[in-house]
């Protein structure tokens, strides 16, 4: 069964404070791994898409790596309104079109 | 429009009631998509069209729930005599044909009282 498992769920940090966030996943044949950011009573807003092991991609102070288990989601001198929940998903051979998405991580970054 | 509209945002019901969800997804994209966020839960695919074929109903939990799409617009999920497990924030996004990276509407909050 395809399963993604993001950690820690949440995180709190200083400003300035680098860290990465965690997604694992095991999934029937990897199509796309996909970050969202997601804000309170809003709905999730894409990040990045990463498609095979070893790509990385950067916007602004976050950068995402992937490899064949997991994929990693690093924000470097993080500032207040980079608060929010990050979620990942995967596109696998088995679900199609579908994403599954796993619980989140919630950032919170105090100034 | 520019981007994803769902309505209601909010919506409270009685236990047993029938609800309406709308999606009015971005002009020109063919895919439509509708996922439940449950708390504490990840994202949970429900059901996908594109274009004029037969929709992926698979993550659809029961058959209470059903979905419709007219014109390859706007679509409407209803759910059936609703439960308070059914409570949760309701989802669609849409993209153009074949493309994953899909934009989310800022869903419905929906809660059986």
């Known amino acids: 069964e395809d399963q993604v498992t993001q950690s820690p769920e949440a995180l709190r940090l200083q400003e300035g404070e680098s860290s990465s966030l965690n997604c694992s996943y095991t999934?029937?044949?990897?199509?796309?791994l996909f970050w969202y950011r997601q804000d309170p009573g809003k709905g999730p807003e894409f990040l990045f898409t990463?498609?095979?092991a070893g790509e990385e991609k950067e916007k602004e102070r976050l950068k995402a790596t992937l490899t064949k288990k997991e994929s990693f989601l690093h924000i470097t001198a993080p500032k207040p309104e980079d608060s929010a929940t990050y979620l990942c998903?995967?596109?696998?051979?088995?679900?199609?079109?579908?994403?599954?998405f796993g619980k989140g991580t919630t950032l919170s970054v105090s100034s | 429009g520019a981007g994803v509209s769902q309505s209601p945002s909010n919506k409270v019901t009685e236990k047993g009631k029938d609800v309406e969800l709308r999606c009015d997804p971005i002009?020109?994209?063919?895919?439509l998509y509708w996922y439940r966020q449950s708390l504490g839960q990840g994202l949970e695919f429900l059901i996908y069209?594109?274009?004029?074929?037969?929709?992926?109903k698979s993550g659809l939990p029961s058959d209470r729930f059903s979905a419709e799409r007219t014109g390859g617009s706007v679509s409407t999920l209803t759910i059936q005599r609703t439960q308070q497990e059914d409570s949760a924030v309701y989802l669609c996004?849409?993209?153009?044909?074949?493309?994953?990276?899909?934009?989310f509407g800022s869903g419905t909050r929906l809660t059986v009282v």
């Open positions: 069209f594109q274009g004029n074929s037969a929709p992926d």
């Open positions: 990463l498609y095979s």
């Open positions: 998903a995967v596109q696998s051979n088995q679900a199609g079109t579908a994403l599954i």
């Open positions: 996004a849409s993209s153009t044909r074949g493309v994953v990276d899909y934009t």
């Open positions: 999934v029937s044949g990897l199509r796309g």
């Open positions: 002009s020109g994209h063919t895919a």
